[in-house]
């Protein structure tokens, strides 16, 4: 008799997870991925990311991705950009080094002004080949941060659908209004503050860097402190404005839903299967809500994996390249590198802030409310 009520019981709960899965099931094909998945292949078409697959994974509990496929990326990226920028990087050396073996003998047998014509040719010729590396890294990064927002904006109706699958409507709706409200802000932010920004700071390095005094020295670090307090603050905004949604949305939300149940639990004799159903399905519900909410941020870290890589890497390079020049070449050189180093480092501020505030936003709101 006891194996028998076992047996019973391994096929009630059976039955009831199956029963469960079919409807994550559901409710993902509701959600309506198409749009999203079409455009997570155009901005990652080496990556073949399922989104829907990835989100049926998180619902089981499975993590749709492999460290060792993270190692590959990483390792791909860092020596292709390496191949990419080494045999500009040895060009600027050897300019450099050619450039200051030529003004010390042309100083040695002629006038300064013929060593100050010999330096200006140089100088151009080493913009040509910086401008043109910075002009790559610029697009880049707006390219990245111009796929963050869109992905954030194609994410935003299907997260607001199961959020409000799982009940969380006031969740939802915050959420919604309020990211939209952000991704406009920073879409004006990066295209008329921040890039034009970082080109201006990139033209008045190159000006300042023309003749031996400094004219332009404090107006370049204002311009430079001024990126990094625009980005500061707006992180500061996005995450604080998020934190206090989540002190408010989620607990209505609870509270509203757990009036729902107990209202269904008084129902006479149906009342127990009642709430134990509606229990049931808001629980699961909640699971797909957060799983969208974490391959929305696993999405988001392939998106900007790479272009972070390659930042880190070309501003490492730069540097390296300003601090071998400086003993042999013109003070002036060092600088102009080291000054561009500075902007692909404001780059790739824009790009982190841009990723982490949105993976955030997403992170804030994911775990907002708990399950029902």
Not at 198 to 219: D, G, Q
Not at 316 to 328: C, E, F, S, T, W
Request: with cysteine; glycine share 6%.
């Amino acid at each position: 008799m006891q194996i028998v009520l076992l047996c019973i019981l391994l096929s009630a709960l059976s039955g009831r997870v199956y029963a469960q899965e079919t409807q994550i099931e559901t409710y993902v094909e509701e959600l309506n991925l198409q749009s999203v998945q079409q455009s997570v292949d155009e901005m990652l078409p080496q990556d073949h990311l399922d989104i829907r697959n990835m989100v049926l994974q998180l619902c089981q509990g499975k993590v749709p991705f492999s460290l060792e496929n993270v190692w590959r990326i990483m390792e791909n990226t860092l020596f292709s950009e390496m191949n990419k920028q080494r045999t500009r990087i040895v060009q600027i050396l050897i300019l450099a080094i050619a450039a200051s073996v030529f003004s010390n003998f042309m100083g040695a047998f002629s006038e300064n002004r013929i060593q100050e014509i010999a330096f200006y040719m140089v100088y151009l010729l080493l913009l040509t080949f910086l401008l043109e590396s910075f002009g790559e890294l610029s697009q880049v990064a707006e390219k990245t941060m111009g796929n963050i927002l869109e992905f954030m904006r194609l994410l935003l109706p299907v997260y607001l659908l199961a959020a409000s699958l799982a009940a969380k409507q006031l969740t939802a709706v915050g959420f919604y209004e309020v990211t939209l409200f952000l991704i406009t802000m920073v879409q004006s932010l990066i295209q008329y503050v921040l890039l034009p920004g970082i080109n201006c700071y990139v033209m008045l390095a190159i000006l300042n860097n023309v003749t031996r005094e400094s004219y332009l020295s404090r107006m370049t670090e204002l311009l430079k402190d001024v990126v990094t307090w625009i980005l500061r603050s707006l992180f500061a905004l996005v995450i604080g404005v998020q934190t206090i949604q989540k002190l408010i949305f989620p607990v209505l939300d609870t509270m509203k839903n757990s009036i729902w149940i107990k209202a269904g639990g008084a129902i006479p004799v149906v009342g127990n299967t009642l709430s134990g159903v509606t229990e049931t399905i808001l629980s699961t519900a909640a699971v797909l809500k957060n799983a969208v909410g974490a391959g929305g941020m696993l999405v988001l870290l392939y998106i900007c994996i790479r272009p972070v890589l390659r930042l880190m890497l070309c501003l490492l390079l730069y540097k390296l390249a300003g601090a071998v020049i400086q003993p042999v070449a013109d003070p002036r050189f060092a600088e102009c590198i080291d000054k561009m180093a500075d902007a692909v480092a404001l780059l790739l501020m824009a790009v982190a802030v841009t990723g982490v505030m949105f993976f955030l936003t997403i992170a804030i709101v994911t775990t907002a409310g708990g399950v029902v």
